[in-house]
C-alpha cells in the first residue's frame, strides 16, 4: 500500500517568514495530494489540494508543489502569522480521496 | 453548515470490554471513514464505507469492527478493548462526486482503555 513520509516533524520560525513542509509518497498511482490543518483541541481541515495533472497551486499565502517524478509534494506557507500555529498533515489518495494515507504530521509554531 | 457528529468527547473503558464509537453525518455524503490519531504518527485509517453495508479495510483494521446500516452513520467496534487501542478516534465522511474530495471530520473521541 501507499506510504507517505513527513519532514519535519517539528518546525519553528518567526513571524512573517516563510514555512516549507515536505512529504513524499511511495505509490506512483497516487494522483491526489490534500493538506489539512489540525489546530490545538480541534478537528482537522483541509487546506488545500492538488492533482496530479498539475504541477503547483496556490490559495493566498499557500501554495502546493508537486514533483510526480520524484514522488514529492510540499507545503509553503509565506508571510506567516501566530494563527499558522498548528499541525500539518500531508495524505496521498491513488483513487480520487477515496481514500487517503496520511503522513506523521509537522507541529508549526510561527513566534511573534 | 457541514456537520459530523462523534457520540462521545471522551471514554474511559475497561481491558476487555466492548466499545461502540458513533458518528453522525448530515451531508448525504456516501464515503465514511474511521481513523485513529496517535502522536508521530498522524491519522491511520480503521476502516471506510463507501455505501451503506459497504466496508473496506484500511491499513488497521485489526481489532476493530464496523457497522453501516443507515447512510448517515458510521459506528465502529471494538470487540474487546485492550490498552493499545486507547487513542484519539476520528471520524470522517466525503462526497463521491468528481467535483471534491474533501473529508470532513468529527471532532474525535479520546478513549482510555485501563
Known amino acids: 500500500g501507499e506510504n507517505v513520509e513527513q519532514h519535519p516533524s517539528t518546525l519553528s520560525v518567526q513571524e512573517g517568514d516563510s514555512a516549507v513542509i515536505k512529504c513524499t509518497y511511495s505509490?506512483?498511482?497516487?494522483?491526489?495530494f490534500p493538506w489539512y490543518k489540525q489546530e490545538l483541541g480541534k478537528r482537522p481541515q483541509l487546506i488545500i489540494d492538488?492533482?496530479?495533472?498539475?504541477g503547483e497551486k496556490k490559495d493566498q499565502r499557500i501554495a502546493v508543489t508537486l514533483n510526480k517524478t520524484a514522488k514529492h509534494f510540499s507545503l509553503h506557507i509565506t508571510e506567516t502569522q501566530p494563527e499558522d500555529s498548528a499541525v500539518y498533515f500531508c495524505?496521498?489518495?491513488?483513487?480520487?480521496?477515496?481514500?487517503?494515507?496520511f503522513g506523521g504530521g509537522t507541529r508549526l509554531m510561527v513566534k511573534p | 453548515d457541514v456537520k459530523v457528529t462523534q457520540s462521545s468527547r471522551y471514554l474511559v473503558k475497561r481491558t476487555g470490554e466492548k466499545v461502540f464509537l458513533e458518528c453522525v453525518q448530515d451531508?448525504?455524503?456516501?464515503?465514511m471513514f474511521w481513523y485513529r490519531q496517535d502522536p508521530g504518527l498522524g491519522l491511520r485509517l480503521i476502516y471506510f464505507?463507501?455505501?451503506?453495508?459497504?466496508?473496506e479495510k484500511g491499513d488497521i483494521p485489526e481489532g476493530y469492527s464496523v457497522s453501516r446500516e443507515k447512510k448517515e452513520r458510521f459506528s465502529l467496534i471494538l470487540e474487546s478493548a485492550s490498552t493499545n487501542q486507547t487513542s484519539m478516534y476520528l471520524c470522517?465522511?466525503?462526497?463521491?462526486?468528481?467535483?471534491?474530495?474533501?473529508?470532513?471530520f468529527g471532532p474525535g473521541t479520546r478513549l482510555t482503555v485501563t
Open positions: 470522517a465522511s466525503s462526497s463521491r462526486g468528481r467535483s471534491s474530495y474533501e473529508q470532513y
Open positions: 505509490d506512483s498511482a497516487s494522483n491526489y
Open positions: 492538488i492533482r496530479s495533472n498539475v
Open positions: 495524505a496521498a489518495s491513488p483513487n480520487a480521496g477515496n481514500m487517503l494515507t
Open positions: 451531508m448525504d455524503h456516501e464515503n
Open positions: 464505507s463507501y455505501d451503506v453495508k459497504m466496508k
